[in-house]
């Protein structure tokens, strides 16, 4: 399905006001409600290009404009209209271009095939829309409206690419070209490396041979601790008895 849908009604929509208050009344199913309309713009002239056939160049001359949370619809005074699914936009901006204010959008018309693309990526296809408003001062509130409903229906595709990673992110050690050293101490070390460890295991101190060394006596036997003289009481020591 391209991204732009000739249509001969606008769809149907509510106000925000008229939304509130069936949201308020607690409806059986939120899933019947009508979508909202954001912002209606009388007085528009639109340009599509490529042209869409069907649609020419009176049809896009005068028109009202609907900024609806479903889609974004545009009805001429000669009674055809056309009407674009936002996840189908895939930029907008306000331009102020020398041929006048306008909003632009770029229209992505592979949006409905698998992966969000043809099947072959050069097959990639682009419909420019330009809305131009009689009334400059409606591009703010029209570009906002715009957004708004935009963001209500984000890319189906912006999952997947999430989901794919960085290539390198995982590699095989089976074909990274690395492999195991299985030489001898010899063959690892350069002439260099093994003068290097000498020097160390020269001058490195096994602090558990030191500990035997101090304790052990001369004929290899751990000496005994000397134990202090015990002090011996006499009877002189002792206090006289008082009379």
Not at 22 to 30: E, R
Not at 118 to 145: K, T, Y
Not at 215 to 234: H, L, M, N, V
């Amino acid at each position: 399905m391209p991204a732009v849908t000739l249509i001969t009604a606008v769809p149907n929509h509510v106000s925000p006001e008229e939304h509130r208050t069936i949201v308020g009344a607690t409806p059986s199913s939120f899933s019947d409600i009508p979508p909202v309309l954001r912002h209606k713009e009388e007085n528009v002239k639109v340009a599509l290009e490529p042209p869409v056939e069907g649609f020419g160049e009176a049809d896009a001359a005068s028109g009202t404009l609907y900024v609806i949370e479903s889609a974004l619809t545009f009805m001429s005074s000669t009674g055809k209209g056309f009407q674009v699914l936002y996840p189908s936009i895939t930029l907008h901006a306000v331009s102020r271009a020398e041929a006048g204010p306008s909003i632009y959008c770029q229209l992505d018309e592979s949006v409905d095939q698998p992966n969000g693309s043809g099947e072959d990526d050069d097959d990639f296809a682009m419909r420019e829309l330009s809305i131009i408003p009689q009334n400059a001062n409606s591009l703010e509130p029209i570009f906002e409206a715009l957004s708004l409903c935009a963001s209500l229906h984000p890319d189906p595709n912006a999952d997947d690419d999430d989901d794919m990673g960085d290539d390198n992110a995982f590699i095989d050690p089976d074909v990274n070209g690395f492999e195991p050293f299985t030489g001898t101490e010899e063959q690892e070390l350069s002439e260099v490396g093994r003068a290097a460890l000498d020097y160390l295991e020269s001058i490195i101190v096994n602090p558990y041979e030191k500990q035997v060394e101090i304790g052990e006596g001369e004929d290899g036997q751990f000496a005994d601790a000397e134990e202090p003289e015990a002090t011996k009481s006499t009877a002189d020591d002792k206090p006289a008895a008082s009379s």
